[in-house]
C-alpha cells in the first residue's frame, strides 16, 4: 500500500490536473470507474485557477485545485445524464444537460476541478455495479471482486487514487456499500441535508447525496461545500449550514469529548461474517482505550429494511414505468423485473410502509437520548467476487446482490447521517458504520477522525495504482 | 397471497398496466413480487395507530 498519488505537491493547478488525467488513462482500464473523462474542461477550470493565483486572487477556497468526479447520474454540463442507462443515453431527442447539478457547481465553487463522470447500477438499482451496458466496476483491491454499488464507480475512483473525492448517491446503502468494499471513507448525509438538485431519482422518500474520500478531511471539506438550502430539491432543509471541518480536533481524545458511543449488536452482528464483526471489534478497542463503550439495540431493525425495501421497489417501478413498458428489452438485467415487480406492488403495501416507517423511525430516534453515536458493521462481508450470486453469514446463503445493504438499509431508512470507516486490516477493505443523530453529521465525521488519528481507519491506494 | 394469487394478480396488474410479462420473465418476476408480499405481510403485521401517518418526502 501506498499514500495517495496526487496528493505530491504539484507545481502548479494545471500540472496536478495533467497528472490526475494521466493517472485515469494508465489506471481506469484495470477498473472500469470512468464512463466519461472531461480533460478539456478540467484543463481550462485548473488554467483558470493558476490565472487567479497569478492575478493575486488570496483564496480560490478550501478545495483549490482538487480532482473530484461524480457518479453519472449528476448532471454535467454538456454531457447526457445516464444514470447508469442504455435508454437515457439512446432516448428519441436525447439532450445534454444544460447546467451542472447544484452539488458540482458549489464544489466547483470552493475550488475543486470535476475530471469525470462514473460508473454505476443502472438507476441506482444495486449494490455491485455490474453493468451490463457500460461493464462490471472492479475492486482496485482485487479486480475479480465487486466495487460495490450503486456508486462503484466512484468508490472505485477514489480507492485507486484517481481523484481526492468523489460524488454518489445513497438510498439503501450505495456510498457505504462500495465505501466499504473499496476501502474509502463515506458520508450519508441526514436526509434532506444536501441538494439533489440536478441529480437523476431513484426513491424520492429515500434518496441522498455525498461524497466519498480517502481522509476524514477532505470528506468534510467536500461536504460543507455542498451544504445549503436549494429551491431546485423540494426535499432540501432551510436549516442553516452547519460546517464541520472546524469541529474536527487534533487529537483522537478531542474528537471523542462529549460524546456517548455504543455499539449496536442484535441484527447488526447476527448479519455479519466474523471480518465485519472483527473490524468493528478493532475500533471498539481503539476508541475504548480512551472513551467508555456501552451496548445498545436498534429497534426493529429488520422491519425497517422491510420498509425501504418495499418503498424503493414500488417508487422506483412507478418512476420507470413507461420504460418497463416500451424500452423493457433495453433496461438492465439484473434489476428491470425488480423494477417491474415493484410497479405492480399494491397501493396498500406502499402506503403501509411508509406508515410504519413513520412509527419506526420515531421509536429509533429514542436511541439518541441516551446515546451520540452509533457504531455497527457497514457490510456483512468483504467483496465479493463479480458475478457470485449468493453470499455466506453464519452459515446461512444468502443473495449476494439484495444482500450487501442488509445492514445499511435500517440506518438509511431512519434518515440518519452516517459516516463508512474503512478498518486497517489484512487482506480486503472493510467498513464500520459511525451512525449519528439527525443533523450531527459533525459528530459521526469527529468519530471517523478519531479512528483514524488511532491508525485503525485508512484509506491507502494499493500499490498496483500508486 | 400465495403463489396462485401472485400469479393471477400479475396477469390482471400486467395487462391494466400494460407491461411486459412473457414466458422469459414470467418466473423472475413472480419470485420478486412473493418477496414483496412476504414482506408487505409483515408490515401488515405491525400494530399501528390509526393516527399514524405515512412518511412520505420528509424533511427533518
Given at each position: 500500500?501506498?499514500t495517495?498519488?496526487?496528493?505530491t505537491?504539484?507545481?502548479s493547478?494545471?500540472?496536478?490536473?495533467?497528472?490526475?488525467?494521466?493517472?485515469?488513462?494508465?489506471?481506469?482500464?484495470?477498473?472500469?470507474?470512468?464512463?466519461?473523462?472531461?480533460?478539456e474542461?478540467?484543463?481550462?477550470?485548473?488554467?483558470?485557477?493558476?490565472?487567479?493565483?497569478?492575478?493575486?486572487?488570496?483564496?480560490?477556497?478550501?478545495?483549490?485545485?482538487?480532482?473530484?468526479?461524480?457518479k453519472?447520474?449528476?448532471?454535467?454540463?454538456?454531457l447526457?445524464?445516464?444514470?447508469?442507462?442504455?435508454?437515457?443515453?439512446?432516448?428519441?431527442?436525447?439532450?445534454?444537460?444544460?447546467?451542472?447539478?447544484?452539488?458540482?457547481?458549489?464544489?466547483?465553487?470552493?475550488?475543486?476541478?470535476?475530471?469525470?463522470?462514473?460508473?454505476?447500477?443502472?438507476?441506482?438499482?444495486?449494490?455491485?455495479?455490474?453493468?451490463t451496458?457500460?461493464?462490471?466496476?472492479?475492486?482496485?483491491?482485487?479486480?475479480?471482486?465487486?466495487?460495490?454499488?450503486?456508486?462503484?464507480?466512484?468508490?472505485?475512483?477514489?480507492?485507486?487514487?484517481?481523484v481526492?473525492f468523489?460524488?454518489?448517491?445513497?438510498?439503501?446503502?450505495?456510498?457505504?456499500?462500495?465505501?466499504?468494499?473499496?476501502?474509502?471513507?463515506?458520508?450519508?448525509?441526514?436526509?434532506?441535508?444536501?441538494?439533489?438538485?440536478?441529480?437523476?431519482?431513484?426513491?424520492?422518500s429515500?434518496?441522498t447525496?455525498?461524497?466519498?474520500?480517502?481522509?476524514?478531511?477532505?470528506?468534510?471539506?467536500?461536504?460543507?461545500?455542498m451544504?445549503?438550502?436549494?429551491?431546485?430539491?423540494?426535499?432540501?432543509?432551510?436549516?442553516?449550514?452547519?460546517?464541520?471541518?472546524?469541529?474536527?480536533?487534533?487529537?483522537?481524545?478531542?474528537?471523542?469529548?462529549?460524546?456517548?458511543?455504543?455499539?449496536?449488536?442484535?441484527?447488526?452482528?447476527?448479519?455479519?461474517?466474523?471480518?465485519?464483526?472483527?473490524?468493528?471489534?478493532?475500533?471498539?478497542?481503539?476508541?475504548?482505550a480512551?472513551?467508555?463503550?456501552?451496548?445498545?439495540?436498534?429497534?426493529?431493525?429488520?422491519?425497517g429494511?422491510?420498509c425501504?425495501?418495499?418503498?424503493?421497489?414500488?417508487?422506483?417501478?412507478?418512476?420507470?414505468?413507461?420504460?418497463?413498458?416500451?424500452?423493457?428489452?433495453?433496461?438492465?438485467?439484473?434489476s428491470?423485473?425488480?423494477?417491474?415487480?415493484?410497479?405492480?406492488?399494491?397501493?396498500?403495501?406502499?402506503?403501509?410502509?411508509?406508515?410504519?416507517?413513520?412509527?419506526?423511525?420515531?421509536?429509533?430516534?429514542t436511541?439518541?437520548?441516551?446515546?451520540?453515536?452509533?457504531?455497527?458493521?457497514?457490510?456483512?462481508?468483504?467483496?465479493?467476487?463479480?458475478?457470485?450470486?449468493?453470499?455466506?453469514i453464519?452459515?446461512?446463503?444468502?443473495?449476494?446482490?439484495?444482500?450487501l445493504?442488509?445492514?445499511?438499509?435500517?440506518?438509511?431508512?431512519?434518515?440518519?447521517?452516517?459516516v463508512?470507516?474503512?478498518?486497517?486490516?489484512?487482506?480486503?477493505?472493510?467498513?464500520i458504520?459511525?451512525?449519528?443523530?439527525?443533523?450531527?453529521?459533525?459528530?459521526?465525521?469527529?468519530v471517523?477522525r478519531?479512528?483514524?488519528?488511532?491508525?485503525?481507519?485508512?484509506?491507502?491506494?494499493?500499490?498496483?495504482?500508486? | 397471497?400465495?403463489?396462485?394469487?401472485?400469479?393471477?394478480?400479475?396477469?390482471?396488474?400486467?395487462?391494466m398496466?400494460?407491461?411486459?410479462?412473457?414466458?422469459?420473465?414470467?418466473?423472475?418476476?413472480?419470485?420478486?413480487?412473493?418477496?414483496?408480499?412476504?414482506?408487505?405481510?409483515?408490515?401488515?403485521?405491525?400494530?399501528?395507530?390509526?393516527e399514524?401517518?405515512?412518511?412520505?418526502?420528509?424533511?427533518?
Amino acid at each position: 500500500m501506498s499514500t495517495a498519488p496526487l496528493d505530491t505537491a504539484p507545481t502548479s493547478t494545471a500540472d496536478r490536473i495533467a497528472a490526475t488525467l494521466a493517472h485515469i488513462a494508465r489506471h481506469d482500464p484495470a477498473v472500469n470507474a470512468f464512463t466519461e473523462v472531461l480533460g478539456e474542461r478540467a484543463m481550462n477550470r485548473a488554467r483558470a485557477i493558476d490565472a487567479a493565483r497569478a492575478a493575486g486572487e488570496a483564496s480560490i477556497g478550501p478545495l483549490e485545485g482538487m480532482p473530484f468526479a461524480v457518479k453519472n447520474l449528476f448532471d454535467v454540463a454538456g454531457l447526457v445524464t445516464l444514470a447508469g442507462s442504455r435508454i437515457e443515453r439512446e432516448r428519441p431527442g436525447a439532450a445534454a444537460a444544460a447546467s451542472d447539478a447544484t452539488a458540482i457547481t458549489r464544489l466547483e465553487a470552493a475550488g475543486a476541478i470535476l475530471v469525470g463522470a462514473l460508473n454505476m447500477d443502472e438507476y441506482a438499482y444495486g449494490f455491485t455495479t455490474e453493468n451490463t451496458h457500460y461493464g462490471a466496476c472492479r475492486n482496485p483491491h482485487d479486480p475479480t471482486r465487486l466495487a460495490g454499488g450503486s456508486s462503484g464507480g466512484s468508490g472505485a475512483a477514489v480507492a485507486a487514487g484517481m481523484v481526492a473525492f468523489a460524488l454518489g448517491t445513497d438510498t439503501n446503502g450505495s456510498i457505504r456499500v462500495p465505501a466499504s468494499l473499496c476501502g474509502t471513507f463515506g458520508l450519508r448525509p441526514t436526509f434532506g441535508r444536501l441538494s439533489r438538485g440536478g441529480s437523476f431519482p431513484f426513491v424520492f422518500s429515500l434518496d441522498t447525496i455525498g461524497p466519498l474520500a480517502r481522509t476524514v478531511r477532505d470528506l468534510a471539506l467536500a461536504y460543507d461545500a455542498m451544504q445549503g438550502p436549494d429551491p431546485r430539491d423540494p426535499g432540501c432543509t432551510q436549516r442553516a449550514r452547519e460546517p464541520a471541518v472546524g469541529a474536527l480536533c487534533a487529537d483522537p481524545a478531542a474528537n471523542l469529548e462529549g460524546l456517548r458511543i455504543a455499539r449496536l449488536g442484535g441484527w447488526f452482528e447476527e448479519m455479519a461474517t466474523p471480518a465485519a464483526v472483527a473490524a468493528l471489534d478493532a475500533a471498539c478497542t481503539a476508541i475504548g482505550a480512551l472513551s467508555p463503550i456501552a451496548s445498545a439495540d436498534w429497534p426493529d431493525a429488520e422491519l425497517g429494511r422491510d420498509c425501504a425495501f418495499v418503498v424503493t421497489a414500488a417508487e422506483g417501478g412507478a418512476l420507470h414505468l413507461d420504460d418497463l413498458r416500451h424500452r423493457y428489452d433495453a433496461m438492465e438485467p439484473h434489476s428491470r423485473d425488480r423494477f417491474l415487480a415493484g410497479a405492480l406492488a399494491p397501493a396498500a403495501w406502499v402506503h403501509r410502509a411508509q406508515r410504519v416507517r413513520r412509527a419506526y423511525v420515531a421509536r429509533v430516534d429514542t436511541l439518541f437520548a441516551d446515546h451520540d453515536i452509533l457504531l455497527a458493521p457497514a457490510v456483512p462481508c468483504e467483496a465479493p467476487h463479480i458475478g457470485d450470486d449468493w453470499i455466506e453469514i453464519r452459515g446461512r446463503r444468502f443473495p449476494s446482490r439484495p444482500s450487501l445493504g442488509l445492514l445499511t438499509q435500517p440506518v438509511s431508512c431512519a434518515g440518519l447521517p452516517v459516516v463508512a470507516a474503512p478498518i486497517r486490516r489484512d487482506g480486503l477493505p472493510i467498513a464500520i458504520q459511525v451512525i449519528a443523530a439527525p443533523w450531527r453529521e459533525a459528530d459521526a465525521l469527529r468519530v471517523a477522525r478519531a479512528l483514524e488519528q488511532l491508525g485503525v481507519a485508512a484509506a491507502p491506494v494499493p500499490v498496483a495504482f500508486a | 397471497m400465495d403463489r396462485i394469487g401472485i400469479e393471477a394478480w400479475i396477469d390482471a396488474g400486467a395487462a391494466m398496466l400494460g407491461l411486459p410479462v412473457t414466458p422469459s420473465n414470467r418466473q423472475q418476476v413472480a419470485d420478486n413480487l412473493e418477496r414483496l408480499a412476504a414482506i408487505a405481510a409483515r408490515l401488515d403485521a405491525v400494530e399501528l395507530e390509526p393516527e399514524v401517518e405515512p412518511l412520505q418526502v420528509f424533511v427533518r
